[in-house]
T-cell receptor, first 115, second 111 residues
């Protein structure tokens, strides 16, 4: 079984500053993927970034980077140069590389970017 | 390229009524999933399919049935709706080791 923990229910950040959203996970699977999704107020789930458990380097996608520390079982999302449009719910999720490969989600962090 | 689509977008049911939610994807993905999202929570897996003609239960399958008669479609049925099934339902699809892409969601209210 997998478990995702997001300990920050809400975060505030000033526009143009960087922010880190925390995510820790627990799994007995030897190989897995870690994902971050953004859910704006409109409700859709938008894929942001992916990190494989065997990847040596941290994933980056534009202003998003994933700070992956396997020994600590953490997969924090870093958003650089925050924009007003970044205000949303952010979900960390993981899936094993075997079996049904369904996602297990955390409870989310609501990020508010202030001008 | 439509990606993953869901119909309907909104629905209100009375307790005991039935309905079917349709998910369609045009990315030729083998895997498809149905999740539900309740207020203040992440998504939870209801049912999933790893290929045409195959379905399996997820974490919260009670009260739901699914079918995957065509590779591109995944149907979620509620035979006798209950207020506890008031939720937002998301469909997703992926390649076996790929990223899951989500539909826009269906907001269901059961009175």
């Amino acid at each position: 079984a997998q478990k995702i923990t997001q300990t920050q229910p809400g975060m505030f950040v000033q526009e143009k500053e960087a922010v880190t959203l925390d995510c820790t996970y627990d799994t007995s699977d030897p190989s897995y993927g870690l994902f971050w999704y953004k859910q704006p107020s409109s409700g859709e789930m938008i894929f942001l970034i992916y990190q494989g458990s065997y990847d040596q380097q941290n994933a980056t996608e534009g202003r998003y980077s994933l700070n992956f520390q396997k020994a600590r079982k953490s997969a924090n999302l870093v958003i650089s140069a925050s924009q007003l449009g970044d205000s949303a719910m952010y979900f960390c999720a993981m899936s094993p590389y075997t079996g049904r490969r369904a996602l297990t989600f955390g409870s989310g962090t609501r990020l508010q970017v202030q001008p | 390229n439509a990606g993953v689509t869901q119909t309907p977008k909104f629905r209100v049911l009375k307790t005991g009524q039935s309905m079917t939610l349709l998910c369609a994807q045009d990315m030729n993905h083998e895997y498809m999933y149905w999740y539900r999202q309740d207020p203040g929570m992440g998504l939870r897996l209801i049912h999933y399919s790893v290929g045409e003609g195959t379905t399996a239960k997820g974490e919260v399958p009670d009260g739901y049935n699914v079918s995957r008669l065509k590779k591109q479609n995944f149907l979620l049925g509620l035979e006798s709706a209950a207020p506890s099934q008031t939720s937002v339902y998301f469909c997703a699809s992926s390649y076996p080791q790929g990223t899951q892409y989500f539909g826009p969601g269906t907001r269901l209210t059961v009175l």
